[in-house]
């Protein structure tokens, strides 16, 4: 699934900590530009029930004091 709206001081390890209550994450990154993030990111979960769930429960939640957009990224 794709997060975006992400805090630009967001680790990957950090998202992935924020989305394992959802499922087990088997990836996470921050999408990057010249060095900086780009305040987007990736999770994949084991499932696409965990995938699915994560949407649910995370999508309009704030990480870091930032109002995320959660959505299932149907190209992964």
């Given at each position: 699934?794709?997060?975006?709206?992400?805090?630009?001081?967001?680790?990957?390890?950090?998202?992935?900590?924020?989305?394992?209550?959802c499922g087990q994450v088997m990836?996470?990154?921050?999408?990057?530009?010249?060095?900086?993030?780009?305040?987007?990111?990736?999770?994949?979960?084991?499932?696409?029930?965990?995938?699915?769930?994560?949407?649910?429960?995370?999508?309009?939640?704030?990480?870091?004091g930032r109002e995320v957009d959660v959505r299932i990224d149907r190209?992964?």
């Amino acid at each position: 699934m794709d997060a975006e709206k992400l805090s630009y001081d967001l680790t990957w390890q950090k998202l992935k900590d924020k989305f394992s209550h959802c499922g087990q994450v088997m990836f996470a990154e921050i999408k990057m530009e010249n060095g900086k993030s780009k305040g987007c990111g990736t999770v994949r979960f084991d499932s696409p029930e965990s995938a699915e769930k994560a949407c649910r429960m995370m999508n309009g939640t704030k990480i870091n004091g930032r109002e995320v957009d959660v959505r299932i990224d149907r190209n992964a």
